[in-house]
C-alpha cells in the first residue's frame, strides 16, 4: 500500500509540474478568477542617479481593461537590512546574489504596503522604516508586461512602480534582501510570494509561496526529505519516472537551501542576481545555474529563432520606466479542466451506467413474462 501511495505521488507530481510555465508569472499553480490580481509576476529593484527604483508587477497575462477585481488584496514589499551577507562563496554568489548567515534571522526593517482600488488607483499606501516617506514617487497602473518571454508577450500587467530616494535609506547601508507577498485582507492569509525570479514557480518551491522567508530553509529541507525517498523509490521501480522527476523541477538540489529573496548589494554593479534591472535575461541567467525551464520553454513555446532576448516594446528611459500598455481586448477565460473531465470521465460513465441499467431493465422484462423458463435457466 505504501508503494502504491507513492506511486500515486510521483504521477500526481510529474504530471502536474509547473516546469512547463514562466518567472514568477507561472505561481500559485491553480488561481481562480477572482484571485488572478493577487498573482505577483515580478519584483525589480536597481539605482537610478540618486534614487532606487522598485518595481512589484501583478496580474499575470492581462488583456482586459480595468476594472478589476483588486479591493481583496494587499501587496506588501518588504527589505531586510540587518541581515548578515557574504560574497565569498562564488557559486552561492551567482546562484542568489550572496550567501545568507542566518536565513532563520531574515525579518523585515522595511515594509512598504500597498491597497488598489478596481480602477489601479491607491486606495492606501503605507511606508515604514524610511526616511522621508513624502519624498518617494508611487505610480500605479496597467503597463506592458517587461518579463522579456515570448509567452508574455503582447500581454499587459498591474505595476506599482516607486522612485525612492537613497537618502530614505541609512548612508551606511551596503546590503539588502527584499521580497514581496501578496495577502487576502479578509482572512489574513498571504497568497503568494517574489524573492529572486524564476524560484517559487519551479515545483519544488510552490511550497514557499505562503510562508516568511525565515522558514524557507527548513520548509525545503522537509520537502528534500520525502522527494529524496520518493526518488529512490523511482530509481529502484520506475526509472523513467525518476528522470522526469529529476527534470521537471521538482527534485530538491543540494543548491537549493537557501531562502526565496532578493539580495542587492552596493559593492558591485547592479544586475541579476544582484537585484534585478528590466533589461535582465534572467531566462538565461537562471539556466547558467542550473535551472532551464525557462530557457528551454522559451523555444518551446514560439516559433521565433534565435531567441528572444529583449522586451517585445522598449523600455522607457525614464520613470515609470515599462512600456505603454498593450490595447484592451476581451480577457481569455481562465482554463479549467471540467470540459475534458466531463467528455472524457463523467458522460462515458454515464453511458455505462445507462447501458448497465438498461440491460438489466431488459433481462427483468424479458423474465417477467417466462418466470418459469428464467427459473430453469437460472437451475
Request: hydrophobic content about 40%.
Amino acid at each position: 500500500m505504501h508503494k502504491l501511495r507513492l506511486l500515486f505521488l510521483a504521477f500526481f507530481l510529474v504530471y502536474f509540474s509547473p516546469a512547463s510555465k514562466a518567472s514568477d508569472h507561472a505561481d500559485p499553480f491553480f488561481i481562480s478568477t477572482e484571485e488572478q490580481a493577487a498573482n505577483l509576476t515580478g519584483l525589480f529593484f536597481f539605482p537610478k542617479g540618486d534614487q532606487y527604483i522598485l518595481i512589484l508587477d501583478v496580474r499575470r497575462s492581462l488583456t482586459a481593461a480595468p476594472p478589476y477585481i483588486l479591493d481583496p488584496f494587499e501587496f506588501d514589499i518588504n527589505i531586510d537590512t540587518h541581515s548578515e551577507v557574504t560574497f565569498n562563496n562564488a557559486e552561492d554568489k551567482a546562484r542568489y546574489g550572496g550567501t545568507l548567515v542566518n536565513p532563520e534571522g531574515i525579518s523585515p526593517d522595511i515594509n512598504i504596503r500597498i491597497r488598489l482600488n478596481n480602477d489601479v488607483t491607491v486606495k492606501e499606501k503605507f511606508f515604514k522604516g524610511l526616511k522621508n516617506p513624502e519624498k518617494i514617487v508611487l505610480y500605479t497602473g496597467v503597463r506592458d508586461d517587461p518579463f522579456i518571454f515570448p509567452k508574455f508577450f503582447n500581454v499587459n500587467v498591474i505595476t506599482m512602480v516607486m522612485s525612492i530616494p537613497k537618502s530614505s535609506f541609512s548612508e551606511t547601508q551596503k546590503n539588502m534582501l527584499l521580497w514581496a507577498t501578496s495577502m487576502r485582507i479578509d482572512s489574513g492569509k498571504q497568497f503568494d510570494h517574489v524573492g529572486r525570479s524564476n524560484r517559487t514557480q519551479l515545483g519544488r518551491f510552490e511550497i514557499l509561496n505562503t510562508i516568511p522567508p525565515s522558514q524557507h530553509v527548513g520548509a525545503i529541507k522537509k520537502r528534500g526529505d520525502s522527494i529524496a525517498k520518493l526518488q529512490k523509490f523511482l530509481q529502484a521501480c520506475l526509472p523513467p519516472l525518476a528522470n522526469l522527476n529529476q527534470l521537471s523541477g521538482l527534485l530538491i538540489r543540494h543548491y537549493d537551501y537557501a531562502p526565496d529573496v532578493m539580495v542587492f548589494s552596493t559593492q558591485f554593479p547592479p544586475g541579476f542576481p544582484n537585484g534585478r534591472r528590466l533589461e535582465d535575461d534572467v531566462a538565461l541567467l537562471t539556466c547558467n545555474q542550473g535551472d532551464c525551464p525557462l530557457q528551454e520553454n522559451a523555444f518551446i513555446d514560439t516559433k521565433q529563432w534565435p531567441r528572444a532576448t529583449v522586451n517585445d516594446k522598449p523600455l522607457l528611459a525614464d520613470f515609470p520606466f515599462l512600456a505603454e500598455p498593450w490595447p484592451a481586448k476581451e480577457q481569455a477565460r481562465t482554463p479549467t479542466c471540467w470540459p475534458y473531465i466531463m467528455k472524457y470521465v463523467i458522460m462515458p460513465l454515464i453511458i455505462v451506467v445507462a447501458l448497465i441499467i438498461g440491460l438489466v431493465i431488459w433481462n427483468r422484462s424479458k423474465c417477467g413474462g417466462r418466470s418459469h423458463h428464467c427459473d430453469h435457466d437460472h437451475h
